[in-house]
């Protein structure tokens, strides 16, 4: 099995070099997120994530979650490794000083969380799924929810779920069927059946707290009538530990593609007591806060396993000799050269790089964005970061967990046979990965928020706050003669963005379908064209420090970019192409002519 | 999990219509291959297909293959099916009727192995691997090893395999360890270790023909001092049953992804005795017999394990209610409209169907031209026939399966969630599907193959047996009003292959690395205007036959058609640019700046 070694310099690139993570000690409450303190959580989180997670990974996978008599038990030494983790204080850093936390950047919890998914995706989604319940339940519970379960999800001993999805029901919500009853004193009975639910049952935590859509005797007809609720497993004692069994029950566990080691259970609420979480029939609006920071976290985890898929694929890629050079024998001292001699391995390599670095940055970019949204002063720059933010989550969750996938396959197919084989690890990475453009909306689904939400928006508003930066980068380098090779392919391929989004606009006022049709393409031309002012900006740093003390580092970085430039961005040549032949042969394509 | 119901019509539309297949019957030895018996012998496979294989392919990848006791065995159900399937006779299809076979085209045999390795990729490998090396065997074996094995593998009583992987190579066979030593009756004794041996084991046959690549005392260095062997599990008795054992023993099975009701051996050869194939030092020749025979064969998985997805994606799609049309209710009687009304929904199924009916044309045609290549009497006619064939092998090979990977990974996102979960059958296509991509070489091996060695052979003889058919066609239509749609994106994208065709020959020359960094993206390419020319001659059949009998068949062609021009063959666009960036980004790219 590869091993996994924590890529803290290229974190540091990105936090400190790429953005300005110091600059985030100016906001209220990040005073001391300083370089030091971030450093050495960022060193110690990759000593947990290499030694303590990476190890339980593949056998995790083998193993998976077990259900017997009504209990689910986590694979061995999962346990043992979460209870360690949550003694480290990992669950605490981005929560709330007031409720046990730490009160540190987003930007700093994602870089942490990176970590632990490459290292263990199953594991990292226990925790992942908690902070998901901590953020609904902090934006939209009442005092009294949040001072009796926000300490508890803080330090980890509870955790959480979010339980939407049922039998008939996935990405319609509108059509939920678990109901809620109000009692006299304020509580109220949560009956139903959620299925697909991640880290819904386990044996790391005290207690596990539900967060339940339903809908209310009086609810309005389909999307506008869902209501939140908190349904905990164990309800709360006199003294604030798990006290009785609530109604709840574990019915079972899922047999999967991946993600063994994380149990996705069927959970039967039968008059559970519950609670109402936010305003009545508004529970899709608390959920939507849940949900964009679960979307940027699961394109987290496509950026993570594709550092995974490329740790192995190198390791592998360095080792192995077989064949010589297409251009003569490279080591004569050996029967053959490494596969690295050859251009399609490197392709591949390159191709898995420059696709994880840049969706590093990217991803680094928005989380920056979401701390000042959330502790910006200005309230114009909150805004503008919150639009960002906005825009740009769909892009990062889908086109990440795209790339993450590609790059999981790269990394097997450089493997070859040996690839296949789930010794050595590469194809639980594919397996892993695959849930990742499917949960928390398909990516078609985040295709749809992007144009169908996000861009119209505001008249265009969330769109401005990404063309502006990339349209003054490219007017500040146009000059500039050693940035020609980033800068051009970035400008051409912009312009074909804005030019497609002008399209879209117009065909999508007269015909939905047409952006419907048009919005998976489109998502992908415009995460590549985000990835590459990423990558044109990173260049332009590389440049400045290639002939400095860490030239290999910089130099990497450059010549990344070049590669990026001239290999993967022309991807947009073709989608724009496919994108203006419009949607008239898709939809214009009688049902029964199928099959 | 989805029903399997064998594509009849399609296959016969393919074979009839687009292809002469009842021209195949004026070739010596094929007489009887009429239009009757052909339909026959297909209606007959697709109820083995449907109601034989398929029912145990779930319940084959769940409990997959054991290893007990030096003994594998195959899953519940695959001997009785087996069983069943040799006294239908269906391993006897194309074999020489000198040994009990029934002499059929190749074409026929390679659409009933479709409808087997759609019902059941790991069962359908058994065969297979017997019937590659019935070919070998056939090719290059001497009388008297025909006479004593080729009747057996006819019948398949006995089944065979390919021993070429060692721990050290892979594709590298010049690598190869395993030691021949020559015997004074004419045997030789075989000693060395292969890996990755499919079906090399198992359950279902009395005996396991063993063809091993190994090197003889005085064999020169590298590929070309690679000998084959004819190596049985148990030697033949005087009355031509198994005898006694030979030094053959498996020492274990792999874990692997996918096929898991396929064993993937680890052979021990000890002293054990074999025969030589053909001549000394010759064994790459007599394997490349299998090879060509064997990457068709796996190309046809592509396209089968395509046809699996597309089967379950649109029955899902049917049946499953979830939001509604983006311009407004359709099914108003329900709480939501089916998903097919979803533009992506529509979007992932017709590039399934594209590529799965596309794939079916390119393969039927190769299959033909490789009949002509055997039979015809015209030695020119049978040269050309199998300079096409050796030119589209490895697009059919590398293309086809990353064609049928990503229909499997779009069939399983239109389910969604639920296309994660194991019980509906759609991730384990994936996890099948994913080794056609790397067995028989991988796909940056075939790759390699068409730009170096199938590219540059006779000046471009074999190119321009694609070519010129290609440019007749083109020339002939392009007056053609009602085809204008086709033939101009036809004529766009053969004219862009042209060019870097034109580009790749000129580079490569002067720098192989250059061919081979572009060589995945140029497969790639080539299959796309490949496949291209399939529609748009299955278009020209449709629009006559449009407003006959079958009027949603061929109207069905005919808007595939048009939705391939304009939505998947644009790719093309974007590969011609990044091929034409050329290789400098990715060989210019030291060792140590990988990380």
Redesign the interface.
């Known amino acids: 099995m590869a091993n996994y070694k924590a890529p803290l310099r290229d974190m540091k690139f990105v936090h400190y070099e790429l953005l300005d993570g110091n600059a985030l000690t100016a906001l209220p409450g990040y005073e001391e997120a300083t370089e030091d303190l971030v450093d050495a959580i960022l060193e110690e989180a990759g000593k947990v994530a290499e030694g303590v997670l990476h190890p339980i990974n593949r056998t995790g996978d083998e193993e998976g979650c077990t259900f017997e008599n009504g209990v689910v038990r986590t694979p061995s030494g999962f346990k043992e490794a979460y209870d360690t983790f949550i003694e480290g204080g990992w669950t605490t850093l981005t929560c709330d000083p007031e409720f046990g936390g730490q009160g540190l950047p987003h930007s700093v919890g994602l870089m942490v969380s990176e970590m632990m998914s490459a290292a263990n995706q199953a594991f990292a989604m226990y925790p992942g799924l908690s902070h998901g319940a901590y953020n609904a339940l902090e934006a939209h519970g009442s005092d009294d929810l949040k001072q009796t379960y926000l300490p508890k999800l803080t330090e980890g001993t509870w955790s959480g779920t979010m339980c939407l ?1 049922e039998p008939q ?4 919500l ?2 939920v069927r678990t109901k809620a009853l109000p009692q006299d004193d304020g509580s109220y009975k949560i009956t139903g059946t959620k299925i ?1 639910i991640s880290a819904g049952d386990h044996d790391l935590t005290e207690n596990i707290l539900h967060l339940v859509l339903a809908k209310l005797p009086d609810a309005p007809e389909g999307i506008k009538g869902i209501s939140l609720f908190l349904v905990p497993k164990y309800l709360p004692a006199e003294d604030g530990s798990a006290g009785p069994a609530n109604g709840v029950s574990c019915g079972s566990i ?5 993600i063994n080691g994380n149990a996705t259970c069927v959970i039967n609420f039968d008059d559970a007591t519950g609670w109402l979480v936010g305003e009545p029939h508004k529970g899709m609006r608390a959920m939507f806060t849940f949900m964009n920071t679960a979307r940027l976290g699961v394109g987290l985890q496509g950026l993570a396993q594709g550092e995974a898929a ?1 740790q192995g694929a ?1 390791e592998y890629a ?1 080792e192995r000799i ?2 010589r ?3 003569g024998p490279k080591e004569l001292d050996k ?2 050269d490494s596969i ?1 001699v ?6 591949m ?2 191709t898995i ?1 420059a696709y994880t670095e840049g969706s590093r940055a990217l991803t680094g970019w928005i989380a920056q964005e979401i701390d000042y949204a959330h502790k910006s002063p200005d309230p114009q720059r909150a805004k503008q970061a919150d639009d960002l933010a906005s825009l740009l989550t769909p892009i990062i969750k889908a086109f990440q967990t795209d790339a993450g ?1 590609e790059s999981a ?1 790269m990394g ?2 450089v493997f ?2 040996h ?5 050595h690890g590469m ?1 639980q990475i ?2 892993d990965c ?2 990742a ?3 928390e909306g ?3 689904i985040q ?2 928020d992007l144009v ?1 939400r996000k861009l119209p928006m505001g008249m265009g508003r969330l769109l401005r706050r990404f063309f502006h930066p990339v349209q003054e980068f490219i007017a500040a380098e146009m000059e500039n003669d050693e940035m020609e090779e980033f800068v051009m392919p970035l400008a051409k391929n912009f312009g074909r963005l804005q030019q497609v989004t002008a399209w879209l606009a117009e065909q999508g006022m007269k ?3 047409e ?3 048009a ?2 393409e489109y998502l992908r031309m415009f995460g590549l064209v985000a990835m590459g002012y990423m990558w044109a900006r990173m260049a332009k740093i590389g440049l400045a420090k290639q002939d400095g003390d860490e030239a ?1 580092f910089y ?2 970085k450059v ?2 970019a ?2 990026y430039m ?3 961005l ?6 724009m ?2 994108i203006m ?15």
């Open positions: 999805t029901c996935g990405t319609d509108g059509l697909f899922e047999h999967k593609m991946g490329y190198l360095r077989q064949g050079s297409l251009t029967k053959a690295l050859h251009p399609d391995v490197r392709r390599l390159l790089k996938y396959n097997v197919q070859g046979g690839g296949y084989i789930r010794e194809e594919i397996r695959r849930i453009q499917i949960y398909t990516n078609g295709a749809l169908g015909n939905p379908d952006a419907g049709a919005s998976v290999v130099k990497s010549k990344t070049r590669f001239a290999r993967l022309p991807q947009c040549g073709g989608l192409s496919s032949a419009g949607s008239s042969t898709i939809m214009d394509f009688e049902d029964e002519l199928f099959g």
